[in-house]
Nanobody, 126 residues
Framework: QFQLVESGGGLVQPGGSLRLSCVAS????????VAWFRQAPGKEREGVSC????????IYQESVKGRFTISRDNAKNTVLLQMNSLKPEDTGVYYC???????????????????WGQGTQVTVSS
């Protein structure tokens, strides 16, 4: 059974940082494209970032470029999202996903992804 479990969310002040982790079980994350999505209250789920299978390509949503960094630790079967200079508009439930697509020139979409975590809440507020 494929499973993803996120952690690292919480309450942080504007300008602060958080690092989200997503641990996989039942399969190797190092063999798959991985992604982070988020959903704010009353809004649709949106792509934040993805990392291709071979780690040679990343996509970032325009609003998080220069602030967020996606990476993976194959030894721990984990994908990470380092979030710096957080803003109130970054608030939402963050989900990691695998078994999808992260391709050059293709907008990041949730529909190709088949495996999802349960989400972790990120709240940016003073």
């Amino acid at each position: 059974q494929f499973q993803l479990v996120e952690s690292g969310g919480g309450l942080v002040q504007p300008g602060g940082s958080l690092r989200l982790s997503c641990v996989a079980s039942g399969f190797g994350l190092g063999l798959e494209a991985v992604a982070w999505f988020r959903q704010a209250p009353g809004k649709e789920r949106e792509g934040v970032s993805c990392l291709s299978k071979s780690d040679d390509h990343t996509i970032y949503q325009e609003s998080v470029k220069g602030r967020f960094t996606i990476s993976r630790d194959n030894a721990k079967n984990t994908v990470l999202l380092q979030m710096n200079s957080l803003k109130p508009e970054d608030t939402g439930v963050y989900y990691c996903a695998a078994h999808g697509l992260c391709l050059t020139g293709v907008p990041l979409s949730s529909s190709p992804y088949h495996t999802w975590g349960q989400g972790t809440q990120v709240t940016v507020s003073s």
